[in-house]
């Protein structure tokens, strides 16, 4: 879409204006700075942005929700008109792409297939997508999780397709044992009988995979306990300052001693 038109200020603006005003940066004439990005140079900004939106999402404050919502959706556009200034495609064919793609994978809706389930639904949509994209085996639904994924979500999306075929445990036990069993091989290693890394890595996954019979999202849990972790610090920290010291002149016995008491007293904390 290109337009030499004059600009016209409203009192509201629609997504057509968004894809405009896209154009207009980008065009002779227009910001230097929008002219110069590529989709590399742009691609912090839409992980950041994202991330944005979920703060807005979990502050429930809706005013941020729709300014983060229209942050996202302007790299969107962004990207979609650098991909249109080389006959790639545009941002109908986005739209078009992602309409498609609803259709196919709502049979149940748009077609004659019976879901009545969540559980159904989702069954439904993996065979879709595994028979669009040819692949036959579990293996090859694994390669296409995005290894540039944040680490604890990808292990979780790679042993959910494991579960899914068969290959997990039927209840939770074995998970914690496993977890105890890295545990102590990570301990065997940090004493010289192995990689370190490689089984802190392990143990990382199988506490992953705990998370996943717990139904709790491995990355929010992390979140939680890093916020506890914050909080509390913070605690022992204003009664170190409140009399009238340091952090750094306590023992740390002292400071493990404050910790206990401050853990003990506000659990919450």
């Keep these: 879409m290109q337009t030499d038109a004059p600009f016209e200020e409203k009192n509201k603006?629609?997504?057509d204006d968004l894809v405009k005003i896209m154009v207009k940066l980008r065009g002779e004439g227009g910001c230097p700075w929008d002219r110069e990005q590529t989709h590399r140079s742009l691609s912090k900004n839409?992980?950041?942005e994202t991330y944005e939106v979920i703060e807005g999402i979990d502050t429930e404050d809706d005013a941020l929700l729709q300014e983060e919502l229209g942050d996202l959706l302007l790299q969107i556009v962004f990207h979609a008109q650098i991909a249109s200034e080389t006959a790639r495609f545009d941002i109908d064919d986005v739209a078009d792409g992602i309409c498609k793609k609803l259709i196919r994978r709502h049979p149940h809706i748009f077609g004659n297939v019976t879901a009545d389930t969540s559980a159904a639904v989702l069954r439904n949509w993996d065979n879709i997508k595994r028979q669009e994209k040819g692949q036959t085996s579990v293996a090859q639904t694994m390669s296409h999780i995005y290894?540039?994924?944040?680490a604890l979500m990808r292990a979780q999306k790679i042993q959910?397709?494991?579960?899914?075929?068969g290959f997990?445990?039927?209840e939770m036990g074995p998970a914690l044992d496993k977890l105890s069993e890295e545990a102590e091989e990570l301990r065997e290693a940090v004493d010289?009988?192995?990689d370190p890394a490689e089984e802190l890595g392990d143990l990382l996954f199988a506490a992953v995979n705990v998370a996943r019979f717990l139904k709790?999202?491995?990355e929010d849990t992390l979140q939680a306990?890093?916020?506890k972790f914050a909080a509390r610090f913070r605690l022992v920290e204003q009664q170190v300052l409140a009399s009238g010291r340091q952090m750094d002149e306590l023992s740390l016995s002292e400071l493990d001693e404050l910790w206990s008491q401050i853990k003990h007293s506000i659990p919450e904390a």
Excluded: N, Q
Excluded at 147 to 150: E, H, K, M, Q, Y
Excluded at 160 to 165: I, V
């Design 13 to 15: 603006y629609v997504f």
């Design 46 to 48: 839409l992980i950041e």
């Design 147 to 150: 290894r540039g994924l944040p």
């Design 160 to 165: 959910s397709k494991a579960a899914k075929a």
């Design 168 to 170: 997990d445990w039927t």
């Design 192 to 194: 010289g009988r192995g």
């Design 216 to 218: 709790a999202d491995p």
């Design 225 to 227: 306990a890093t916020d």
